[in-house]
């Protein structure tokens, strides 16, 4: 398969919007509903997206020798071996039952990554924030904001209500797909097939610098022992924990592996960096392996590491090496939003937020 050379990136790629301070500020304020709502209900803070983890990982990434020039940069510019954390997560900003089935989450921690830092980036690390899903499910901060404030609205009601509904939604979406039709904005109200986290696919869904070029994000399982579990459902009818039971069951067996992939952008038009809802085809720009991630068997939810990573870290996109800059109008939406709900929950629970380093804890 030919196809065309990366584009290179130059700040031209970005076009900033007349609204975006006017938007980020009302979405501070929705994420302060959000925030202060369910820090209320639960008397300890959470996230105001992704609040209710599943799965707290601690693996090893390396990353590939012998990649081509375009993908040797930023984190991927040598060959070698990284501590990680991987949490798994559901996309909503309180913590539901598991029968109330909303797109997955997989934010990705690398540690003690070297190179000049985005502005405002604390210590040595680089996150990835992906979802299980190709596409965005709206095109501006604006529009996003509109969903969010619909969704901050129902924020600790109607959990009963929001099961029925759920299970409505996802019978809904099953039909839409048997049609060839896929529908993100129906899946993120809770029309979501409700699968192993373990065996999906994840994706940054917007674009990030990639060094020289532009490029989207992907992990995918690709030991048998995941794959095996791709699409298979979740029976949480009955356990409002399922999903972080079952995995816990799993992981307790598991050598899992996954690829970190990369596909770089190769025409502006057919994969804009401003349009998130626009999905980069594979045929025309496909996805490459820069590194694998490989997690041993473990408790994926043993109390010390749920404590260090749930609790005393934060995942921000803006987190990480000038190198990897996020771009367009999403990502430059979540940089204050992110920070704003991770200074919330520090003061909220008393429990200072920081980044970790595998050389100073000796790991």
């Known amino acids: 398969m030919v196809v065309a050379p990366p584009v290179r990136f130059s700040s031209s790629v970005e076009r900033v919007l007349p609204d975006e301070a006017e938007t980020i500020a009302k979405l501070n304020e929705t994420f302060d509903t959000i925030l202060e709502t369910t820090a209320k209900d639960y008397g300890h803070a959470v996230r105001s997206v992704h609040a209710k983890a599943h799965g707290i990982l601690e693996g090893t990434m390396r990353i590939e020798s012998g990649l081509p020039p375009e993908l040797t940069q930023g984190l991927f510019a040598k060959p070698g071996e990284h501590k990680v954390f991987m949490r798994i997560s559901t996309n909503a900003g309180d913590i539901l039952p ?3 089935s909303l797109p997955r989450g997989l934010a990705l921690k690398v540690l003690d990554v070297e190179g000049e830092r985005l502005p405002g980036a604390e210590g040595t690390t680089q996150d990835f924030i992906m979802v299980n899903g190709p596409v965005f499910q709206a095109k501006t901060a604006a529009d996003f904001h509109g969903n969010l404030k619909m ?3 129902t924020t600790d009601k109607l959990e009963g209500t929001k099961t029925v509904m759920s299970s409505v939604l ?3 979406n099953k039909a839409l797909e048997a049609v060839g039709v896929e529908s993100p904005k129906l899946q993120s109200l809770g029309g979501a097939p409700n699968v192993d986290p373990l065996g999906e ?7 990030f610098r990639y060094g020289d070029y532009i490029a989207k994000f992907s992990i995918a399982p690709v030991s048998q022992d995941l794959t095996e579990l791709t699409g298979r459902e979740i029976d949480a009818s009955e356990n409002e924990n399922a999903i972080r039971d079952t995995i816990r069951a799993e992981m307790q067996g598991i050598r899992g592996r996954w690829e970190l992939r990369v596909q770089l952008c190769r025409d502006l038009e057919k994969q804009p960096v401003e349009d998130p809802m626009v999905e980069w085809k594979e045929d025309e720009a496909p996805f490459q392996t820069v590194a694998t991630i490989t997690v041993e068997p473990q408790d994926s939810w043993a109390p010390e590491r749920v404590q260090a990573v749930n609790e005393e870290m934060r995942f921000g996109i803006w987190t990480g090496l000038a190198a990897h800059q996020p771009l367009g109008n999403i990502n430059r939406a979540r940089k204050s939003p992110y920070k704003h709900s991770a200074e919330f929950r520090e003061r909220f629970n008393g429990c200072p937020i920081h980044e970790p ?4 804890i000796g790991a």
């Open 98 to 100: 598991d029968a109330i």
């Open 151 to 153: 969704l901050a609205g």
């Open 170 to 172: 996802r019978g809904v």
């Open 201 to 207: 696919t994840y994706y940054s869904v917007t674009p």
């Open 357 to 360: 380093s595998a050389r100073k």
